[in-house]
């Protein structure tokens, strides 16, 4: 099928395994284009079928290394795989430093494989405001796994559980002070934990530092493994994805599917935020809007009652 702009025929060509159609549609979501409400529309019934896999830890931990690993183990079950790289935003383009997909470039002839970097566009957390958007994209397009790999900010990327089945935290020896991690929440996310790099010195006290970490906070459902890697070798990435599949069949029993509702429902938080923002935004203009700031501004007004005024205003505007 010839690609045209119109969105209904990309849509049903990605959905058919055009992979520049998706290119497209993709672009056309994350930059907020013309027919992206559309092309999500058309997405979101077909989504809920792939299996997601985030990939997280602070920069230097080898996560690009380890993602390229799991794209090798993948696909030796000839099932196609979908990488969501989400990288820095350029300084000078505003779009995505493709670091990723450089790291992944021995993949790129193989047609089983579709790779995407995403800017993070200032957005904390570890991934990008569009990055839901582009997941339900690549799910609707039928690829089994997802694997979304997050910016790496630091040891805060807590937002790619809120994105994934199975979170893989990874980390390296001499990960840094593990009661810091822990206040962050990284310890808390983790479904599969790897000690990357495991070749250096310090691996062992790494593994420790993480078991006693896990210990103290209780007893779970699933109790998640620490693995070793040398990722830059293939070293111990088998067993990374022989881990992960073990938490799916464990979801799967149990939990799979009310996770997904749970996520679901943050996705429609979200958007509820992201669209009173953009309406606040659009009616900072009003006169009422600037005379509630003038209000507040000369100390007459408490912000808290004006933000009830606004938002009353915009959600019946």
Do not use: C
């Not at 290119?23 to 979501?29: G, K, S």
């Not at 993070?120 to 039928?142: E, M, N, Q, V």
């Not at 599917?257 to 203009?285: C, I, N």
Request: charged letters at 25%.
């Amino acid at each position: 099928m010839p690609l045209t702009g119109d969105v209904d025929d990309l849509a049903a060509a990605a959905f058919d395994g055009d992979r520049r159609a998706l290119a497209r549609l993709i672009t056309i979501v994350e930059e907020g284009r013309p027919g992206a409400s559309r092309a999500l529309g058309l997405a979101y019934p077909r989504s809920g079928r792939s299996y997601r896999i985030g990939i997280t830890g602070a920069p230097g931990a080898g996560k690009s290394t380890l993602t390229d690993g799991l794209i090798t183990a993948l696909r030796r079950s000839d099932g196609p795989v979908a990488v969501l790289a989400v990288d820095p935003t350029s300084p000078f383009s505003g779009g995505a430093v493709l670091g990723d997909r450089v790291r992944m470039q021995d993949h790129a002839s193989d047609p089983g494989v579709y790779i995407r970097s995403m800017a993070s566009r200032g957005h904390l957390g570890g991934l990008s405001s569009a990055a839901p958007k582009g997941l339900t994209l690549l799910d609707a397009a039928g690829f089994p796994y997802l694997l979304i790999e997050t910016v790496g900010v630091g040891q805060d990327e807590v937002e790619v559980a809120d994105a994934a089945d199975t979170t893989v935290v990874v980390v390296t020896p001499g990960w840094g002070d593990g009661v810091q991690a822990a206040k962050a929440g990284i310890l808390e996310i983790g479904d599969v934990f790897v000690v990357n790099k495991a070749d250096r010195p310090g691996v062992d006290d790494a593994v420790a530092d993480l078991r006693t970490m896990l210990a103290m906070g209780g007893e779970r459902p699933w109790a998640p493994p620490i693995l070793t890697t040398v990722a830059s070798r293939g070293a111990g990435v088998t067993e990374v994805l022989d881990a992960v599949l073990a938490h799916r069949a464990h979801l799967e029993a149990g939990g799979l599917e009310e996770g997904r509702r749970q996520r679901r429902r943050g996705e429609l938080r979200s958007a509820l935020a992201a669209a009173l923002a953009r309406r606040s935004a659009a009616a900072a203009d009003s006169p009422e809007h600037r005379r509630l700031v003038a209000l507040v501004e000369a100390g007459q007004l408490d912000p808290w009652t004006a933000a009830e005024h606004l938002l009353g205003a915009v959600a019946s505007g």
